[in-house]
């Protein structure tokens, strides 16, 4: 039953896949669509990078997930690409308390996911709406559900709970902790070209447009700076990070904003856009002198720093500390100013290995290996599908008597 394997990766307004050539990690083909139900433009690419095709304008304007998805689909099929597609791994942001590992996804599964929307109602209904479609699409390829959740799930009741009474605990509310699969991935990664560093104390420090930070220990999450959704810990380019929820009580209380105001107040208007005035994306934010983009910078390292030092509480020291994500990955700027003075913690920045973005970054004597590691979570996807597949096709050996391969 070997083939091919897609990853898909379905966000608020994005959509991304990448298709795997059986037993292999490196993508053959990748595809792109940004603004979903607006002004949405869909691009594909081939290994190389060049373009297979590119949709945008009027053909496109208000397509949904699923149409989107279905162009893709067919623009796969039609280029013969589809025949020997044997799995679909999806991203998943939510798998609640129950899901710790990649699952195959049947009506039940489906259902028990639905289940957990109101826990990530920005992220989920998406997620499953891409499974929807890819099942309807592919009703004989195997679907597997990847969680953003799972990677924490092992967290130590402190790190797991707020501090309310026990019965929301009870009821699901908890720091569940999200980009779960890029902790993975990098963990991995770590695991791999510094096994003496992934089994001691590890911060990674995920910098996109959505940023966490997480500290790992052996390998394992035991804290992250994200807890029961995916606004709380470092500021973000549009959600706010750590609030202090009296300030949600006052936005409804005093200046009587509704639920959907508020929501998106701190999902789509605040982070570095709303501190800024100007823009969610870094670059831009660099690229100016304007004094309230500055700000906004200031602000983003400062929390970083600060959410630093309490992980490395947490871990009782720190061995590692890693960036990945866009911003972690590309803006030696932000990593310097993370570093910047941080000798006291371990840590020293060398700035010419920072500015030509090597993988290690620290200093030769520095006590903490400071490092970049560009994450990958449709690897991970990837992975978990391949090994979903092998399984499922030694159960069938199984079951019809033959011998599962090696
Ligand atoms: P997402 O969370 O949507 O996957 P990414 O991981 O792609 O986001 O990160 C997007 C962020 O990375 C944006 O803020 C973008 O400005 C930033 N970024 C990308 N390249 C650079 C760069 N060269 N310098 C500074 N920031 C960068």
Same mark, same amino acid.
């Given at each position: ?9 379905a ?6 896949i ?16 940004e ?5 949405c ?23 949904t ?10 623009i ?36 028990q996911?639905?289940s ?6 920005l992220?989920q ?8 479609a890819?099942? $309807?699409a592919f009703?004989? =390829? @195997?679907?597997i559900?990847c969680?953003?959740t *799972? ?5 130590? %009741? !402190?790190n ?15 720091r569940?902790?999200?980009h ?5 991935y990098?963990?991995q ?6 096994p003496e560093?992934?089994?001691g ?13 997480c ?5 394992q ?12 810990g ?5 959600r ?22 508020i ?8 982070g570095l856009l709303?501190?800024?005035?100007? $823009?969610?994306?870094?670059? =831009? @934010? ?6 309230? *983009? ?5 602000? %983003? !390292?400062?929390?970083i ?16 500390l ?53 994450t990958?979570?449709d ?14 096709q ?13």
């Open positions: 039953m070997k083939g091919s394997i897609l990853t898909l990766n966000g608020s307004s994005s959509l991304k990448a298709l795997f050539p059986p037993g292999d990690e490196s993508p053959i083909v990748t595809g792109s669509a603004r979903i139900g607006g002004d433009t869909l691009t594909i690419k081939d290994a190389s990078g060049a373009f297979i095709a590119e949709y945008k304008g009027d053909a496109m304007r208000g397509a997930h699923e149409t989107v998805l279905r162009k893709l689909i067919h796969l099929q039609q280029a013969g690409l589809a025949q020997n597609l044997v799995a679909i791994g999806h991203r998943v942001v939510h798998g609640g308390t129950d899901f710790v590992a990649p699952i195959l996804v049947d009506d039940a599964a489906l259902n996911l639905v957990l929307e109101p826990l990530a109602p992220h209904p998406h997620n499953l709406a891409g499974i929807r890819a099942r $309807s009703p004989d =390829v @195997l679907q559900a969680f953003d *799972a990677f924490h799930r092992n967290h130590p %009741f !402190v797991d709970t707020f501090a309310l009474p026990l019965t929301l605990y009870a009821e699901g509310i908890r569940y902790g999200f779960g699969l890029s902790y993975e990098v963990t990664k770590l695991a791999a070209i510094r560093l992934h089994a104390r590890v911060i990674i420090c995920h910098l996109g447009n959505g940023a966490s930070a500290a790992i220990r052996d390998g999450s035991i804290a992250s700076t994200m807890g029961f959704s995916a606004l709380d470092l500021p973000m380019g549009t706010c990070g750590q609030l202090d929820p009296g300030v949600i009580l006052y936005l409804l209380q005093q200046k009587k904003m509704n639920a959907d105001a929501a998106d107040l701190l999902y789509n208007q605040s709303g501190l800024s005035g100007l $823009s969610n994306d870094m670059r =831009v @934010l660099e690229a100016t002198d304007d004094p309230a *983009a500055k700000a906004a910078i200031d602000y %983003f !390292v400062f929390r720093r600060r959410e630093i030092g309490g992980l490395a509480a947490s871990l009782g020291g720190l061995d590692a890693i960036f990945c994500g866009g911003i972690g990955e590309n803006s030696c700027l932000i990593r310097a100013r993370v570093c910047d003075d941080m000798a006291w913690m371990g840590i020293a920045i060398d700035p010419q290995r920072n500015a030509a973005h090597e993988t290690i970054l620290s200093a030769p004597l520095s006590p903490v290996e400071v490092m970049m590691i560009p990958q979570e690897i991970v996807i990837a992975r978990a599908a391949n090994a979903m597949m092998e399984q499922v030694a159960q069938r050996l199984r079951a019809i008597g033959g011998i599962p391969p090696l």
